[in-house]
């Protein structure tokens, strides 16, 4: 969507970090959602932050959100070959979700 | 953890005719379902928002005559594709506000020949 921009691949060594950024337009989302999108399949929620929260970690994932910037970062930690995939941020308003071209992380060995 | 089953998985489907994509939320009750579209290698188009028992509310550009949505039951809504055409061969998803954030279907790859 318009109102969300994120960049569109990423490729990354087995065993290092991976670090997706993404912008938003809208000051009112009260969530922020990463998801991560197989071949052929449906999203899969991986995280999300509450927009008053700066910082979020869950396992390998961190999410960092910087309001003023409306920056999202999504940091996955020792990078396997099972999250190559296409990762999409999302914002909510009004209980719609507006979603990012997706990022696609290719893992290489 | 809330799970929304949405059939079929693939489809392949004579130009002309219609197809009937089916979500259903699984031990809860989804009030409102969203029906999105996917381009290949694009992000996700919401094409439209379903409340059970209500009219769809459809997204600017998106004909609601071709794209038929029922949610007659809080379990269940359809989408239908009328008079397909090669245009309208896409990956389908559906989604609902049950669970924590949005819970979605598996997606429906349709092709129409």
């Known amino acids: 969507g318009e109102d969300v921009e994120q960049s569109l691949f990423l490729s990354v060594r087995e065993g290092d970090s991976s670090v997706i950024n993404c912008t938003y337009t809208?000051?009112?989302?009260?969530?922020l959602y990463w998801y991560k999108q197989e071949p052929g399949a449906g999203l899969q929620l991986l995280t999300y932050i509450f927009s008053n929260m700066d910082m979020k970690q869950d396992q390998r994932l961190t999410v960092l959100l910087n309001k003023k910037d409306k920056h999202l970062s999504l940091r996955i930690a020792d990078t396997q070959t099972g999250d190559s995939a296409i990762y999409f941020c999302?914002?909510?308003?009004?209980?719609?979700?507006?979603f990012g071209a997706g990022t696609t992380v290719t893992v290489r060995a | 953890g809330a799970v929304v089953s949405q059939h079929p998985s693939w489809v392949i489907c004579k130009s002309g005719t219609s197809v009937k994509i089916e979500c259903r939320s699984l031990?809860?009750?989804?009030?409102?379902m969203f029906w999105y579209r996917q381009f290949p290698k694009q992000s996700l188009m919401l094409m439209a928002t379903s409340n059970e028992g209500s009219k769809a509310t459809y997204e600017q550009g998106v004909e609601k005559d071709k794209f038929l949505i029922n949610h007659a039951s809080l379990t269940l809504s359809t989408l239908t594709v009328t008079s397909a055409h090669p245009e309208d061969s896409s990956f389908y998803i559906c989604?609902?506000?049950?669970?924590?954030?949005?819970?979605f279907g598996s997606g429906t790859r349709l092709t129409v020949v």
């Open positions: 031990d809860f009750q989804a009030t409102t």
């Open positions: 809208d000051s009112s989302s009260t969530y």
């Open positions: 989604s609902t506000t049950g669970g924590v954030g949005y819970t």
């Open positions: 999302a914002e909510s308003n009004d209980y719609k979700l507006s």
